[in-house]
């Protein structure tokens, strides 16, 4: 079972940056770049939804909220992906989580807790 951990959440001021990073363990990188990666978040009150995702040949989705903002990466020989996140705003503050999907195949990290101050 895949085995998804994130990380480089934490608390920074509006206009800031953060890079988050989702590690996966128990697969092998040649496996890991068939799965699509996606990033969601989810803020206190309100549901979980999509941030952005990157398919296993590269092409990736954004939200309207964060396009050109918000930049996902893999990189499947060190099986991690990346979420670079500029010019972060107050809105942006959540619980960011991770998930690998292959077919039936679904995983989740536990999260991470970014908060933007105004």
């Known amino acids: 079972q895949v085995q998804l951990v994130e990380s480089g959440g934490g608390s920074v001021q509006a206009g800031g940056s953060l890079r988050l990073s989702c590690a996966a363990s128990?697969?092998?990188?040649?496996?890991?770049?068939?799965?699509?990666i996606g990033w969601y978040r989810q803020a206190p009150g309100k549901q979980r939804e999509l941030v952005a995702a990157?398919?296993?040949?590269?092409?990736?989705n954004y939200a309207d909220s964060v396009k050109g903002r918000f930049t996902i990466s893999r990189d499947n020989a060190k099986i991690t992906v990346y979420l670079q996140m500029n010019s972060l705003k107050p809105e942006d503050t959540a619980v960011y989580y991770c998930?690998?999907?292959?077919?039936?195949?679904?995983?989740w990290g536990q999260g991470t807790q970014v908060t933007v101050s105004s």
């Open positions: 128990a697969v092998s990188g040649s496996t890991f770049s068939r799965y699509g």
């Open positions: 998930n690998a999907n292959l077919y039936a195949r679904n995983y």
């Open positions: 990157i398919s296993s040949s590269g092409s990736t």
